[in-house]
T-cell receptor
């Protein structure tokens, strides 16, 4: 049981490049989340998916798109990376709306030059 | 809008001693959950303790306990018998509605041998 996995663990991009961060969970959880963590800012919600087939904006969605490919996978795409998107990105999942614990992946450290 | 404030960027505690991390929050919701997550140097987010707002009794998990003051909107974390493995960033947070998680900016805890 791997829990929540994220790929890649580290990535360096140049300004304007695109990339997709992958997230998968094997716990049969319904909802999934993407956060970014910046020094002094804590974790901020980018997008979430309440269930397969639905996605909604969080606190800081600009510059990102997401896809809930199936119940297991939730990807985050940067279409044209900017230095302001340099951050650590975390994916999380949660079993049901009635269960308030989130399970987090190990994070992806992204640097945009 | 919901906010979570952690006013102590950094705290230190001697091994085996007790330390309290502060957290205040603001919400207009009547139903919400509060939680503390630990982030060690590995970056993995680990749930430490959680509290349902409708419960008056303070939550306890082994050496970790909370002091929940609903009227004051305060949710502090007490760590007893501190151990070297407790050294980490600690994030306080709130869940309101079904999917809206808000985290504080974190408190870095150092444990001195």
């Amino acid at each position: 049981n791997a829990g929540v996995t994220q790929t890649p663990k580290f990535q360096v991009l140049k300004t304007g490049q695109s990339m997709t961060l992958q997230c998968a969970q094997d716990m049969n959880h319904n909802s999934m989340y993407w956060y970014r963590q910046d020094p002094g800012m804590g974790l901020r919600l980018i997008y979430y998916s309440a269930s397969e087939g639905t996605t909604d904006k969080g606190e800081v969605p600009n510059g990102y798109n997401v896809s809930r490919l199936n119940k297991r996978e939730f990807s985050l795409r940067l279409e044209s990376a900017a230095p302001s998107q340099t951050s650590v990105y975390f994916c999380a999942s949660r079993r049901t709306a009635g269960d308030n614990e989130q399970f987090f992946g190990p994070g992806t450290r992204l640097t945009v030059l | 809008a919901q906010t979570v404030t952690q006013s102590q960027p950094e705290m230190s505690v001697q091994e085996a001693e007790t330390v309290t991390l502060s957290c205040t929050y603001d919400t207009s919701e009547s139903d919400y959950y509060l939680f503390w997550y630990k982030q060690p140097p590995s970056r993995q987010m680990i749930l430490v303790i959680r509290q349902e707002a409708y419960k008056q009794q303070n939550a306890t998990e082994n050496r970790f306990s909370v002091n929940f003051q609903k009227a004051a909107k305060s949710f502090s974390l007490k760590i007893s018998d501190s151990q070297l493995g407790d050294a980490a960033m600690y994030f306080c947070g709130i869940l309101t509605g079904t999917y809206k998680y808000i985290f504080g900016t974190g408190t870095r805890l150092k444990v001195l041998a």
